[in-house]
């Protein structure tokens, strides 16, 4: 059998080549990419009968005669959005200025017949690091959370918590800290400091290391181990996610962290003094890849002011989800944070 062939036809080079980038990301030299940016040549192509498995069009370029080619499934890039559909016709309408990512889902998940090589390809590891300008803004409860919905969406999730004090012990079951031979391990911190601790890595709903007794510095581990560890973890591709919940600390090792990272999501919550640490701590990175960085506004609450819709507040980013205010979410085990709406919504994104 061979290789799917697919043909994006589009006369804004600009706009394929993120689509196209997708596709080469996901499926590499498993597919045939065509790409089309020339009206005249794609007419002349089209002038004789064609055979394709995907066929991903611009409607400047769509005519009713593109039907009669044998076309597997048929994507008609819409310039607005359409209340109307055309599906019945085998034409899958898709409003053009969607987001990459989405479109791409939504041709991948309509093509999965099509393209069985998905199913055969193991997706790398993605590192989720959550992170926040402060203290008590609910970064643990979010890590925990998030972690709970992927394990329960069926995915290989590992959690990791890089802060210099941990207490995420709270909502497990096993509230036993490190163990001192695992100690060691992290104070050598060498190439093979993966295979050393693997073996201590503990299992509940998911897989997470376990809590340090004291603060780390007390212990005379080099943070930095962190880093090492998880691209050591990330290079296995043991794990579809590792969520990695740090502290607020700004530091060499923490800027490092955020460039290793496939995702930022940046806790904050509604009050002024919120945004104001939100802002301090966004002057020291880069945030403008709106793919990589996502905004929370945690512990929501209709009812009281909302300093990220202030304009008094100068609030330098937007809020992408908000996560209400649980009560005595402290009182949760981890299959009860998997139920929580604003938590389920951020995992299914991360999927």
Not at 32 to 44: A, G, K, S, W
Not at 85 to 110: A, C, M
Not at 208 to 236: G, R
Request: aromatic share 12%; glycine share 4%; hydrophobic share 40%.
């Amino acid at each position: 059998m061979g290789k799917p062939r697919i043909i994006i036809a589009d006369a804004d080079e600009s706009y394929i080549a993120p689509l196209q980038s997708k596709f080469i990301e996901t499926f590499f030299d498993k597919i045939d990419l065509e790409i089309i940016t020339d009206p005249l040549y794609f007419q002349r192509l089209f002038a004789s009968p064609q055979k394709m498995d995907i066929l991903i069009v611009n409607e400047a370029f769509y005519s009713p005669e593109l039907q009669r080619h044998n076309i597997g499934n048929f994507f008609l890039m819409c310039e607005q959005p359409s209340a109307a559909s055309v599906e019945e016709s085998g034409v899958v309408e898709i409003f053009k200025y969607t987001n990459v990512k989405e479109i791409f889902n939504e041709i991948i998940g309509s093509s999965a017949e099509t393209l069985q090589i998905k199913t055969e390809m193991k997706k790398q590891t993605q590192t989720i690091l959550v992170y926040s300008a402060g203290g008590g803004d609910g970064k643990t409860t979010i890590s925990l959370g998030i972690s709970s919905c992927l394990a329960m969406a069926h995915k290989k999730v590992l959690y990791i918590d890089a802060e210099f004090v941990q207490n995420f012990q709270f909502f497990l079951q096993n509230k036993t800290p490190i163990s001192g031979e695992i100690l060691s391990k992290f104070q050598l911190g060498n190439e093979h400091i993966f295979s050393d601790v693997q073996p201590f890595i503990r299992q509940e709903l998911f897989s997470y290391l376990p809590p340090f007794h004291a603060a780390i510095s007390a212990y005379n581990i080099d943070f930095s181990v962190f880093s090492y560890l998880i691209a050591q973890i990330k290079k296995e591709n043991v794990y579809d996610f590792i969520i990695i919940d740090t502290d607020s600390v700004f530091s060499d090792d923490k800027g490092d962290q955020i460039d290793q990272a496939d995702k930022i999501l940046i806790v904050t919550k509604q009050d002024f003094y919120s945004v104001y640490k939100t802002n301090c701590m966004l002057k020291n990175i880069n945030y403008s890849d709106t793919e990589k960085f996502v905004f929370l506004c945690n512990a929501f609450q209709s009812e009281y002011d909302n300093a990220l819709l202030d304009s008094k507040s100068h609030a330098t980013f937007m809020v992408n989800q908000y996560i209400h205010w649980i009560p005595e979410c402290e009182k949760m085990r981890l299959e009860e944070l998997a139920k929580i709406d604003g938590l389920q919504k951020i995992a299914y994104a991360l999927l």
